[in-house]
Structures are given as structure tokens and as C-alpha cells.
């Protein structure tokens, strides 16, 4: 029997309306702290860069029409269109609101005191742990084979809080691989620009191995046909998502890496 057979959004436990803005309230929440803590530290620095808000605004609005609405909705019994909302939420979303640098924006709003204590947190075994590109690309891709290659993706559509917390976490590791690969926030622990891309070059091919196995061995009740184009927007979709890291992480190895303007005179160096 299809596995779409007995699902269907009326009668879905992670389909009602309250699952629903029961996962996209916190993000609403960052929303408004988002847009309140642009217009405090704006008055108080110099101007927040506005593209930063657009990508955080943007970031909230492809969670959003991940979890809730027609196209969340569609994904229960369509296998395209949740692997369409797993390209928003666990890999749009999260590089999107890398851009928008959330954490420098807390720094620059909060007070000394209570900004030294965000610091000791950044510097903590924990951030360090969990922002260490393996242990993100393990949350991440890891995490992924588990839902598809097993039992997990079917028991996801039978239980509300499997659902809750399978989209909580494809959201979180996303953006924890993506800050650890790239990063215009404070990065205490970050470890150096070539480990990053070894780790991302094996965590792609993770990645694409993956899309590739969907295409030929289905989910647990999910259609051939469904799984082939299910396997190629993971696949073209993750590459074109993965491109922009790519070059963001090239672009910042470049800048570290070349000679300060400072320490030149007319093209030769100074004592």
C-alpha cells in the first residue's frame, strides 16, 4: 500500500493549525527582536545594512511557508514538495540568516555586561562543539540519511511531536553547518579556511550520495516516480544553494588571506 494512501492533511497529526504555529511562533518572536533590535542599535551606531534585514526577513518567510500553509500542507502527501520545503528550511533559511548576522546585531543592542556574558557563551565547549564543521556536518547530513534511509520519515507523519522536532532540527543543523562554514558573526572557535572546505567538499558529496540513493531506493511508502524528482531537487537545488557558500567561503579565505593594504607603499612593502 502507498504511504500517501492513509495521509492526507485533514486527518494528519502534524497538519492542524496549531502544530503548525506552534513551530513558526519562536520564529515570529526572533522577527520582531530582529526588527526591534535594528531600529535600538541603529539610533544608537551607525545604521544597520539593510540588506541584513532583508536576508533575516527572508529567512523567516521560507520557515514560514516551510511549516505552514498551502505548500507545507501539499508536502504531507507529496514527496516533491516536502523535498521542497527541506531546501527552504534546512538549507535556504539557515544560509539566509547566517547573512543577516543576528548575533552581531544582539552585541551591538545589549549592554557590556550582558554582552561579556553572550561572549563567555560563544567561547563555551558547547558552541565550540556543536559549530565544529564535523560535528555539523554529522547534525546535518548525518541527520538526513537517518530520516530517509530508515523507518523515521514514515513514523514522522504518525506522531505531532516527531514532526515538531524532525522540523526543528533540520532547521537548527542547517544553520549550524552554514555558520560553521561561513560566518559574519563572532566565530571564537572557528577553525581554519582550508579544514572548513576539506570538511564541505566530503559534506556535499554527503549530500549529493544522498539525493542520488532517494532517486533509486524510495522512502519507506513513496512512489518511484515521486522519489526520482524528489532525489533531483535535492540534488540541483542543494547545488545551487551550496554554489553560494562556496563562493561566500572562497570569497572570505581571499581576504584573509591577501596582503593588508596597510603594509604596502606603491606596490612594495614597508618596514
Not at 542520488?212 to 516516480?225: D, F, R, S
Amino acid at each position: 500500500m502507498n504511504h500517501y494512501d492513509h495521509i492526507h492533511p485533514s486527518n494528519y497529526l502534524g497538519a492542524g493549525i496549531f502544530p503548525q504555529l506552534l513551530i513558526f511562533l519562536p520564529f515570529v518572536m526572533l522577527l520582531i527582536l530582529y526588527f526591534y533590535a535594528v531600529i535600538f542599535s541603529s539610533r544608537r551606531f551607525k545604521p544597520w545594512p539593510f540588506y541584513r534585514t532583508v536576508c533575516f526577513t527572508l529567512s523567516i518567510f521560507f520557515v514560514a511557508i516551510s511549516i505552514t500553509g498551502p505548500l507545507a500542507n501539499h508536502a504531507l502527501v507529496d514527496f516533491k514538495a516536502h523535498m521542497i520545503c527541506h531546501l527552504f528550511l534546512g538549507m535556504l533559511a539557515p544560509l539566509l540568516m547566517v547573512l543577516a548576522a543576528p548575533m552581531t546585531l544582539v552585541l551591538r543592542t545589549i549592554s557590556i555586561p550582558n554582552g561579556r556574558r553572550l561572549t563567555r557563551v560563544l567561547r563555551s565547549w558547547p558552541s565550540r562543539l556543536y559549530t565544529h564543521p564535523v560535528v555539523a556536518s554529522f547534525l546535518d547530513i548525518g541527520g538526513l540519511w537517518v530520516l530517509y534511509t530508515t523507518q523515521l520519515y514514515a513514523f514522522m507523519h504518525e506522531s505531532m511531536l516527531l514532526h515538531l522536532f524532525i522540523h526543528f532540527h533540520v532547521f537548527v543543523a542547517g544553520y549550524l553547518f552554514t555558520v560553521s562554514m561561513i560566518s559574519f558573526d563572532p566565530m571564537p572557535h572557528q577553525v581554519s579556511f582550508l579544514y572548513r572546505a576539506i570538511v564541505l567538499i566530503i559534506a556535499l558529496a554527503g549530500h549529493d550520495i544522498l539525493s542520488k540513493y532517494i532517486y533509486a531506493n524510495p522512502p519507506v511508502g513513496i512512489p518511484l516516480e515521486d522519489a526520482k524528482v524528489g532525489g533531483m531537487i535535492m540534488y540541483y537545488g542543494g547545488d545551487a544553494i551550496d554554489m553560494v557558500i562556496i563562493y561566500i567561503l572562497c570569497l572570505q579565505w581571499f581576504k584573509a588571506a591577501r596582503p593588508r593594504s596597510s603594509a604596502l607603499s606603491n606596490g612594495k612593502y614597508v618596514d
